[in-house]
């Protein structure tokens, strides 16, 4: 009989928390997460746009005949790609990716695509991580993704040496969208750590821009980087700001409730001091690029603005209710609001 008086006060306690997690979530906007920040100039927001057509290419079959048209005159020339790497050659250990020559910006670029909801191998690369797993130059990194990143090195390394030697005066950029963010920051952070397997390339040269980016590593190092790793994070996106483990989100993406359920009462049990102070906790790397062009409860919209900053106490740290919290962490959106964002 007491388990059955007990259970009506178990669900008043658990109507309570989600009530105050719902009511928390409400009054919070995705323009309170960058608000203090400063506004990114053209100069160094320009590569953005131009990059994410180059992800946006590794997904298409024929480049000639392309299923996304260019925008803004960032097509790609498919005569200049050295490589092409499928989930064939990576055996699912990596995602795909491309290798282009971009002789009109003196840069090479190295592009990753996102996460593919239709293969296994990418849910193991996200799945393959567990809270502190992993510890890499003083902090903690996501070990799924630290493995893809170095499975790419490796298999591109002669070929990323040679192109640096010959090319001298380009820069060598390494870029990603959603899962290819991940591998994109860890293999930066690889590169930099191991100049001298690409002829000792100087650091400068060196830059990496991830865009929509899962959480892959800790906040000591997401600021060290911050000099050659970008983050780009359109509005709302859900996955920057995720800092639930990327293997819990997924064994419950098919039941939004349970997830929902989970966040509730971490938020509600658990201070956000205490999370905050916890030196394994994982956060979007490098600088952060904040593109917000939508105002507070879809009141309007106004021409985006992008504010940046190398945030040093947390960074995307709660989840914005937004019936476009899942359609801004698209690659073809982001392209078009940055895009949108530099002409103005």
Excluded at 31 to 44: I, K, L, M, P, Q
Excluded at 112 to 139: Q, T
Excluded at 243 to 271: G, Q, V
Excluded at 278 to 301: M, T
Aim: proline fraction near 6%; charged fraction near 25%; charge should be neutral.
């Amino acid at each position: 009989m007491s388990i059955f008086c007990g259970l009506p006060i178990l669900e008043c306690v658990y109507c309570i928390a989600c009530a105050r997690w719902a009511w928390k979530r409400c009054l919070h906007t995705a323009g309170h997460d960058s608000e203090t920040w400063g506004f990114a100039t053209a100069e160094e927001f320009e590569p953005v746009p131009r990059l994410c057509r180059y992800i946006l290419s590794v997904y298409e079959d024929d480049l000639r005949h392309p299923l996304w048209e260019p925008s803004g005159g960032y097509g790609i020339n498919p005569d200049l790609i050295i490589l092409k790497r499928t989930y064939e050659h990576t055996l699912g250990r990596a995602p795909p990716y491309q290798l282009y020559l971009d002789h009109d910006h003196a840069d090479i670029v190295l592009a990753i695509r996102g996460l593919n909801l239709a293969k296994e191998s990418d849910y193991a690369v996200l799945l393959d991580n567990k809270l502190g797993m992993k510890k890499l130059d003083g902090g903690y990194v996501h070990n799924g993704l630290l493995k893809a990143a170095g499975r790419v090195l490796d298999a591109e390394c002669d070929i990323l040496k040679k192109l640096v030697q010959d090319y001298p005066n380009y820069t060598l950029t390494f870029a990603g969208h959603s899962l290819g963010a991940g591998v994109a920051a860890l293999l930066t952070m690889l590169v930099v750590q191991n100049l001298d397997r690409l002829g000792n390339i100087e650091r400068k040269r060196i830059r990496c821009y991830a865009m929509a980016p899962a959480r892959c590593m800790s906040l000591n190092l997401a600021v060290r980087y911050a000099d050659v790793i970008n983050s780009v994070v359109l509005q709302d996106d859900f996955l920057p700001r995720t800092a639930t483990p990327l293997e819990d989100i997924f064994k419950s993406l098919f039941c939004l409730p349970c997830l929902l359920c989970l966040r509730c009462m971490r938020d509600t049990c658990i201070s956000e001091e205490k999370m905050l102070k916890d030196p394994r906790r994982l956060y979007a790397p490098g600088r952060l690029y904040h593109i917000v062009e939508r105002k507070p409860f879809r009141c309007g919209r106004y021409p985006p603005v992008v504010r940046t900053a190398v945030p040093v106490d947390g960074r995307f740290e709660h989840i914005v209710l937004s019936c476009n919290a899942t359609s801004d962490h698209a690659i073809i959106w982001i392209e078009r609001e940055s895009s949108r964002a530099l002409e103005t």
